[in-house]
């Protein structure tokens, strides 16, 4: 019998705004343990949450993008459970009334584009963070650090029609562009600000009811969800074919063993007591709100993408690379545009600008080469001033002396030969040299033409235009 996987994704993303959802801390990341702290994010006695704006409008922001039906009134709720690192014994979330409700992203998938369902988006506050550590002197202890606990999140719970672990790759990539894009997330999964479990379970292929279904928590990088998925649905199809049931529960993702444990079994919702907050009203959103977030969306990921294989003419698969950031996108067309050459600029930027800042955190405003300069550059190229090969060369210089390509050519003489008449004297001087191969040419050897090429080269000091020898040689032995 044949089994197919259905998966969910749930994703908290830290949204970037400056202070926390609950209180006026910074949401600074790295600063000392504790620092970021007050009274409200302590959980004290006798303190009262009051909700930042900006945390509201960042999420509608989101709704907005991807086709949400944003709740003109929605409640925090109170997730009551204990753990070391929420003092208050509670997590303010929302429950049975989320802010943003349906929508769908659309992923690229080998079938074409494909779009998955968003259940619900809904506010609520992160917990801290507990830094075990066992280093000898230390003993084992766990530490706790509060500076997250009340930094804004939201969480975004995709419907349970994901067919693939490549499928759910492909959906976080276009999530994760889309909040890029949005401003709202800087989407760093090793600081944690985007983090994913994924909801799995497998079926006889084409039932419709869903199997027993097990949560994969904490997935820290796009390649561990794949990975974690795989490992669990070949787990659970084995547990299927040997006759057993698959037992609801939570497990880990073990990368190092590349295999998922057992956590704890799973709560029922009504573990959690939800509660309505008595200490925030209602959410209000109104039209006029909404549609103020509305106007200020950005042009997203796949339009973008669309766009610039349109009006530019490059492959969708150009255009795919080059949508990865606004940043990104932003820093092709201005290439594409100085240069008029949107080919050429694109073959730049995915070849040697990426590879250059393949090693800077910061992407694209890591590159020390403005896209003007770079428009310069494909020009003396597109005109045969400097060879391909030169390029490469002077594209190297201007990244660490941050030079202009004009510059670099004529202080190390990297200009091409295009001049016609230096040329054909070249031509003329290795045709009289070589008389030989000239015979063999005119007896019908033309495989003698690259050797001829080959000397020009050589008599130019490898300066001559190639494209131009090969146009002039080719007149010149045709009058022959
Ligand atoms: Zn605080």
């Known amino acids: 019998m044949e089994f197919e996987p259905v998966i969910g994704l749930e994703v908290h993303a830290q949204l970037l705004t400056r202070s926390k959802i609950f209180c006026g801390c910074t949401t600074k990341f790295g600063n000392p343990p504790n620092s970021n702290t007050c009274p409200v994010c302590l959980g004290l006695p006798g303190v009262l949450p009051v909700l930042n704006r900006k945390a509201v409008e960042y999420a509608v922001k989101v709704g907005l993008a991807v086709g949400s039906e944003i709740r003109r009134r929605s409640l925090f709720a109170r997730k009551n459970y204990f753990y070391p690192d929420l003092p208050k014994g509670y997590q303010i979330t929302m429950y049975d009334r989320p802010l943003c409700v349906g929508g769908g992203i659309d992923l690229e998938t ?27 002197g230390d003993g084992d202890r766990t530490r706790v650090d509060l500076n997250r606990a009340g930094v804004p999140l939201i969480e975004i719970v995709s419907e349970p029609e994901i067919a693939s672990p490549e499928e759910a790759h492909a959906y976080l990539s276009a999530l994760r562009r889309i909040l890029l894009y949005l401003g709202v997330c800087d989407c760093n999964m090793e600081e944690g600000s ?47 074919r040997g006759g057993g049931a698959v037992v609801q529960e939570s497990r880990l993702y073990d990368s190092a063993a590349d295999l ?25 959103v109104d039209d006029a709100w909404i549609d103020e977030i509305r106007r200020g969306l950005p042009e997203l990921p796949l339009a973008r993408k669309d766009r610039l294989a349109a009006e530019y003419g490059i492959p969708a698969y150009d255009a795919d690379v080059l949508t990865a950031t606004p940043e990104l996108a932003g820093y092709f067309e201005a290439a594409a545009r100085a240069s008029k050459n949107p080919k050429a600029a694109s073959n730049w930027v995915m070849g040697e600008v990426l590879r250059n800042v393949k090693e800077e955190k910061e992407g694209i405003a890591a590159c020390p080469i403005p896209p003007e300069g770079l428009a310069d550059l494909i020009g003396l190229v597109a005109s045969g001033a ?19 390509a004009g510059e670099i050519v004529a202080a190390r003489g990297l200009a091409q030969i ?30 003698t033409f690259s050797f001829f090429m080959g000397q020009v080269m050589k008599e130019t000091g490898g300066k001559a235009n190639p494209a131009l020898v090969r146009k002039l040689l080719a007149e010149r032995l045709q009058g022959e």
């Not at 309505?276 to 959410?283: K, T, V, W, Y």
């Not at 400097?386 to 202009?404: D, H, L, N, P, Q």
């Open 386 to 404: 400097i060879s391909g090969t030169a390029a490469k060369e002077v594209f190297e210089e201007m990244w660490t002396t941050r030079r202009a």
């Open 110 to 136: 080998p079938e074409g584009r494909r779009r998955i369902g968003i259940t619900r988006i809904h506010l609520e506050e992160d917990a801290g963070k507990l830094i075990h550590q066992g280093t000898a």
């Open 194 to 240: 985007l983090r994913c479990d994924a909801n799995v379970s497998v079926r006889p292929a084409g039932r419709r009811e869903f199997g027993s279904r097990t949560e994969l928590k904490n997935l820290n990088s796009f390649r561990f969800v794949q990975r974690a998925l795989r490992h669990e649905i070949d787990r659970q199809t084995g547990v299927l």
């Open 418 to 447: 295009s001049d016609e008449a230096a040329l054909l004297a070249a031509i003329d001087r290795v045709l009289s040299a070589h008389p030989g191969p000239l015979a063999q040419y005119r007896a019908g050897k033309t495989a």
């Open 260 to 284: 998922t444990v057992p956590m704890r079994g799973k709560e029922e919702a009504d573990d959690y007591r939800y509660f309505p907050e008595p200490d925030l009203p209602p959410l209000v």
